[in-house]
């Protein structure tokens, strides 16, 4: 039997409203269904504590700018704000959005991590980033619960690349005024050279995509930003940022395809710009640096790292399990490479760090730690099949470029990485949402187990309706 499903009207309101929403906004698949997350205003709470949380985002690329005495950088306070003010206006609002599966996987994380202080070889250190890490769960979650639209996800994008204009000029002004941050390494906003370096990186995509989707002169804005985001990262010398750089790029040959003429010949204009300007203002010394990457990874010990990592794989096979605690892994290794530590010393680490994310959680937190850090992992990579192709290939490189930048970078309690997940779970979970049906229209047999776990991972609720009557 073949089901006939009626043609709608062409002049239907309906079918028109639908079709508006979903060219202006690349994330809906269809018009929004009447009683889905985010089909109401934000009140005025709400908008307040969603201005603090965009501040807290464009704060992110240069928090090590500003340092309050005892209390420690300025996204601190931004975020206590937000906190509290996401609070009141999650109180007000009266509801609270159903976890996806990987808001439960960091909350899982956070747990073990705090769990690990009863037999952490480090418990202060442990404490430390215990609350740490309970502050980037919150950031996480104020993303998911005042950013249900599509809109105001894009804005968080938006914040983020507006905020790597501060230390990518201030970047630049140390390098015209002849002052490195390390030998002839340039890193504005008081930021480490290579973290600065992954967070340009990681602002490419984000830029371009951003440059892809808006009109007007905001278009010049985005420009301005690649420009300056390849002209810092080569500043920096940071030979991870070159090589997550290079995946970064990838974005443009993924989406090439969606693009019409004049926006192919606007980017292909824009990369030219930033190629003009990489030649003209990167310095011999960085060129010098940067090209020892060959030589680095075939003979080398990337500057010291590989010895690092020897020593913490010998942490790790004493302490396989559960590991050594969070946050000790410069205390401990720092006694197997034969380095003196001090607590007391402030503003020296008393030891090099991982080094490499996925090493650091393994040592720290163990094979139960390294299972949820790479299940997280693979939910993300999951739930973006829920997305068009534009955005998911978008998510994709993302991804890619962090899983690059971190390889040689400790990263795991860092904002930009919790910012990167927290985005994706939120424009994954609205694109499910406000999918038409999407809770309660039929799916054929064959394809009700991976609409489930599709749902699961994205945080939609299970219904009976979308499994067809046996």
């Given amino acids: 039997m073949t089901l006939c499903r009626s043609k709608p009207e062409p002049d239907s309101p309906k079918q028109t409203t639908g079709f508006r929403e979903q060219v202006s906004n690349p994330f809906v698949l269809s018009a929004r269904p009447p009683g889905s997350v985010g089909a109401g205003e934000m009140s005025g709470l709400g908008k307040l504590a969603f201005a603090s949380l965009w501040l807290l985002v464009f704060a992110i690329p240069w ?121 002839q390494r340039y ?142 892994f410069r205390v401990i290794v720092s006694r197997l490479l034969a380095e003196p530590i001090r607590l007391d010393q402030t503003d020296v680490p008393p030891a090099p760090p991982a080094h490499n994310t996925f090493l650091s959680v393994l040592v720290e937190q163990g094979v139960i730690g390294l299972s949820l850090f790479c299940a997280l992992l693979g939910v993300l990579v999951l739930s973006l099949r829920a997305m068009r192709r534009f955005p998911r290939r978008l998510w994709m490189v993302c991804l890619g470029v962090w899983i690059v930048g971190v390889s040689s970078l400790t990263w795991e309690m860092r904002k930009p990485t919790w910012f990167l997940f927290g985005l994706v779970l939120a424009q994954c979970g609205t694109v499910v949402q406000e999918r038409p049906g999407a809770e309660s229209s039929p799916r054929p047999r064959h394809s009700s187990a991976a609409t489930s776990a599709r749902n699961l991972a994205v945080g939609m609720p299970y219904s009976r309706s979308a499994v067809p009557n046996r």
């Fill in 63 to 183: 928090e090590d700018a500003i340092t309050i005495s005892g209390f420690g950088t300025c996204t601190r306070v931004i975020g206590m704000v937000g906190g509290v003010l996401g609070v009141l206006a999650i109180i007000e609002r009266g509801r609270i959005r159903r976890p996806a599966a990987g808001h439960v996987i960091m909350i899982l994380f956070v747990i073990l991590a705090a769990v690990s202080n009863l037999w952490s070889l480090y418990p202060e250190g442990t404490l430390a980033q215990t609350l740490t890490y309970i502050q980037l769960l919150t950031m996480v979650w104020l993303i998911w619960e005042l950013c249900p639209r599509a809109r105001d996800q894009m804005r968080l994008m938006q914040a983020y690349a507006l905020g790597t204009f501060v230390s990518g000029i201030d970047t630049v002004y140390l390098f015209l005024s002849h002052q490195d941050s390390v030998y």
């Fill in 187 to 328: 890193a504005g906003a008081g930021l480490d050279a290579n973290d600065l370096g992954l967070m340009m990186a990681l602002s490419i995509p984000i830029s371009y995509y951003l440059l892809i989707q808006n009109k007007g002169w905001m278009v010049w804005v985005y420009r301005l930003q690649l420009i300056l985001a390849g002209t810092t990262i080569v500043l920096t010398a940071s030979r991870g940022a070159a090589l997550a750089s290079i995946v970064a790029l990838a974005v443009v040959p993924l989406t090439h395809a969606r693009l019409t003429g004049r926006q192919s010949v606007a980017a292909l204009l824009t990369f030219a710009l930033l190629l003009s300007a990489v030649l003209l203002f990167a310095p011999a010394s960085s060129w010098e640096r940067l090209s020892t990457m060959p030589n680095e990874l075939e003979k080398g010990t990337l500057t010291g790292r590989t010895v690092i990592w020897k020593a913490g794989w010998e942490i790790f096979r004493a302490h396989p399990f559960v590991g050594i605690g969070a946050n000790a």
